[in-house]
Structure formats: C-alpha cells, structure tokens
C-alpha cells in the first residue's frame, strides 16, 4: 500500500471516530472554494483565466519589493498545494485573531510542522517552497466574473493582500523571510462573514494533490447549501478541475484517481462518477465532518447565552 493511501486511511479512521474539535478545524473564504489557482507552475505567464460554468477568475500577477536590493521584482502566478495551504492557513489566523494582519513569522513554520510538512531552511528547504507561494499570492491580484446566464454580469476586484513585510537574510544561503501580512478590508471582511471550515486532519491527509484539495473545499462549499442532486458533465468537471489535463480523456483517468482518494478519506461524500460525468447529493455537512451552520451563525448563539 503506497504511503499516501496508508496515511488517507489512518485520517479516515481518525475523523470517523473523533468528530472535529474547534481545534482541527481550519477556515478559507468560500470564494476561494470555488475558483481554483493553477495546478501547476504557469511559468513566465503573467495571467492566467479560469472558467468556471458561468463564472470566472483572471488572475494576474504583480510584484514585490526585495528588501535586499530595493527592487521591485516581478513574482510568478501562485500554484499547486502549497499555495492553497498558504491561503488556508492565513484565512484560519485572519479568522482565530479577528485581524486581517498575520505574524507570519510567528506561525507558518508551526503550520508546516501542523500539515506533515519537516520544515528545512536554506534555499532548497521546505520554508523556502512555502515563502515563494506566500510571495506570489501578496503580489497577485484576482478579479472574479459573475454571469446570471441571461442579462446580468458582475464583476468583482479582489485584492486578498494589502501589504506584506519583507526582512533582509539574516545568513548566508537563507532566503528573505516574511514578517507580517495584511488582508485588504474588503477581504478580510468578507472572510469573516464566508468563512468555510475544513478538518485540518483531512487538509493534511490531501495536502500533496492541488486538485484533491480543491475537491476538498469545493464539495465542503457545495454541500452546506446543496438541496438537490447536483450534476456536472464531464465539459463541466474539465473547465473546472481539469487546466493542467490537455484532452478530456487523460482528465477523466486522474479526476477518478483523485475522487477515490478524496473518498478514502470520507467514505459517506455522496459523489458518484458515471458516463456522463458527477453528481453531488444533499447530504448533511458531516459527510465531510464540518459544522452545519456558518461560523458566525454559531458564535452569536454563543454569545447570546
């Protein structure tokens, strides 16, 4: 048994007979559950336009200031796992703190250490893998497009970061360490407000797959509203999950390679793949064991007591 199915099934056991304590759970905003980053390094790309059904996310590239040189250089798209893992552990502590500025220094190492991750120094270390998606997603800048499929489009400029520190390296082959970060209001509010929780024991489980985690939120976004089957063709599931697979038909064999593994995890997720493509059922959000209402829903409860 490859080592990434031992560990699914080690969280599955895990999650089945210990629901999720306040303390595994992690939080990210429900928009980034719906539109993806790229897979994989788009290279010297600046933009890249992801189409989902009738919405869509360009996402652009920006810039960041070397605290070594004092250079505005250029950072690449954000990509792959470790960038949504950035992004969900900066949304938790925006979340936890009830602040939109993070002390990155103070806690991504800690996270690292949290996901499974050994957390090395130096240029080819783990931190630094981590630190350049941190990089990429500061300097970014999302705009997402909303279409009613008749005669109303919307759309929406989402700057996530406002500002990000950056210190000179303190030794010889370390690379530039991030110090603090700040969400844009407007980000940081609408976080606060749309907050979707995911089970950090199944993050952590899924944490080498981009694709699997996107599953992962998608279907945790999905399943708190859902009220009827849901189906997506297989054009549908391609557009949506499918940017770094040319041709439907090598989509289709890893799309099914990664449902399965989503599913080795959570056994009761009500998706079913046919000829035609996916269908999500209602089902009750401990399918992917997170609470059923809004974060925000249960503190006023809370509160009121």
């Not at 370390?174 to 209001?185: A, I, L, P, S």
């Not at 439907?248 to 099914?256: G, I, L, M, V």
């Amino acid at each position: 048994m490859a080592r990434d199915q031992r560990r699914r099934d080690a969280v599955r056991e895990v999650i089945e007979n210990e629901p999720a304590a306040p303390e595994n759970l992690q939080h990210i905003h429900s928009v980034l559950a719906l539109c993806g980053l790229p897979y994989r390094d788009p290279g010297p790309m600046r933009e890249v336009l992801r189409e989902y059904g009738r919405n869509s996310l360009s996402l652009s590239a920006g810039r960041l200031k070397n605290p070594v040189t004092g250079e505005m250089e250029a950072q690449g798209l954000p990509y792959g796992p470790k960038a949504r893992l950035v992004l969900l552990h900066l949304c938790t502590e925006a979340v936890r703190q009830r602040s939109p500025v993070i002390a990155v220094a103070d806690s991504l190492s800690g996270f690292m250490r949290e996901m499974g991750f050994a957390v090395t120094g130096g240029e080819r270390g783990t931190i630094g893998a981590f630190k350049e998606q941190l990089n990429r997603l500061a300097a970014c800048s999302m705009q997402i497009g909303l279409w009613d499929g008749k005669e109303t489009a919307s759309t929406l400029t989402v700057p996530p970061f406002r500002r990000l520190d950056l210190w000179r390296p303190q030794g010889a082959g370390e690379v530039v360490w991030q110090r603090e970060v700040q969400f844009h209001q407007d980000f940081y509010e609408s976080l606060i407000k749309h907050a979707l929780p995911v089970d950090i024991r199944a993050a952590r489980a899924l944490s080498g797959s981009a694709r699997k985690l996107d599953l992962l939120f998608w279907a945790g976004y999905r399943l708190r509203a859902l009220q009827r089957p849901l189906r997506l063709t297989w054009d549908n599931l391609h557009k949506q999950f499918g940017a770094d697979n040319a041709s439907q038909r090598s989509f289709r064999q890893a799309f099914k390679a990664d449902i399965a593994g989503v599913l080795e995890v959570f056994p009761r997720l009500p998706i079913t793949l046919d000829e035609r493509g996916m269908v999500l059922n209602p089902a009750d959000p401990s399918a992917l064991i997170v609470p059923p209402r809004a974060i925000g829903m249960a503190r006023k409860k809370r509160n009121a007591a």
